[in-house]
């Protein structure tokens, strides 16, 4: 069992990434074919996943074992999906919501685009906190770990998508955030892209390092859960260069997008 669980915890990594997004644009796109709260609605409905999983965080703290490993994991990814379930359902986004004016650059151009996600960054920032504090003093660090490797991987990840990259899938931008797809930019390779590729990168290469070293099951499930989610996020980096069909993973499961006069969920 020691030498399979690593690979049963990679396993399970990939389809926890794959579940809680598939839930949350599953949620977020039956609220754009519903009225004007309905996104608001399923924010409240999700937060009892919110409080389980600062909870789980809580009681997988203490004691590091197999089982507390994964509710660490699991736990933060509650966390992680309920701020962006309120990030997509553009509850929690930021002061501007405008489309990006024609012609802008610059630091100009920078600042109006953090406006746009201002209060969301604000909040993950928040959640990270709260997920180190709900673990402090404790032995499981997974939680906060997985947290953490979301974290960085979205900030390069929208970095990239303000700088430019040469593929953007906006399938899946949701009705309330169409505005932000203004302050994309889909154009050659900025140097944005190699920087977060060389940190995710190194960070794979940290965590395998511990993977290879780890001197017990649950040490080398911690590491392989925290390899695979590293490694996801490094080829989600990818695919904005690479143009593979990545939306096929989710658009078989999803409701078919609300139109409006003049304008789709297919932005």
Do not use: Q
């Not at 986004?93 to 990006?100: A, L, V």
């Not at 993977?211 to 859960?225: E, I, N, Q, R, Y």
């Amino acid at each position: 069992m020691t030498i399979i669980s690593p690979w049963i915890a990679a396993i399970c990594a990939v389809f926890a990434w794959w579940f809680f997004t598939g839930a949350i644009l599953f949620a977020v796109r039956k609220s754009d074919a519903g009225n004007a709260v309905a996104h608001g609605r399923s924010v409240v409905l999700a937060v009892p996943m919110l409080a389980l999983g600062f909870a789980g965080l809580v009681v997988s703290a203490g004691t590091v074992s197999v089982l507390n490993v994964y509710m660490a994991f699991l736990s933060a990814l509650m966390v992680w999906g309920w701020v962006e379930l309120a990030f997509l359902a553009g509850i929690i986004t930021g002061p501007e919501r405008r489309p990006c004016p024609a012609g802008l650059m610059g630091r100009a151009r920078f600042i109006r685009a953090w406006r746009t996600v201002a209060h969301h960054e604000l909040l993950l920032l928040a959640a990270f906190i709260g997920v180190i504090g709900a673990t402090w003093g404790g032995s499981n660090i997974i939680g906060p770990a997985t947290f953490g490797v979301l974290f960085g991987a979205r900030i390069s990840a929208k970095l990239n998508l303000f700088y430019g990259v040469p593929r953007i899938n906006t399938e899946f931008v949701p009705l309330p955030l169409a505005h932000m797809t203004s302050y994309f930019r889909m154009g050659g390779v900025t140097p944005a892209f190699p920087i977060g590729i060389g940190f995710l990168t190194v960070l794979i290469l940290w965590c395998a390092t511990g993977l290879t070293s780890a001197a017990t099951p649950a040490d080398a499930t911690g590491f392989a859960l925290l390899t695979a989610m590293a490694t996801l996020a490094a080829i989600e980096h990818a695919l904005m260069v690479i143009p593979l069909p990545d939306a096929k993973l989710w658009r078989w499961m999803l409701p078919a997008p609300t139109t409006t006069t003049g304008k789709s969920n297919e932005l």
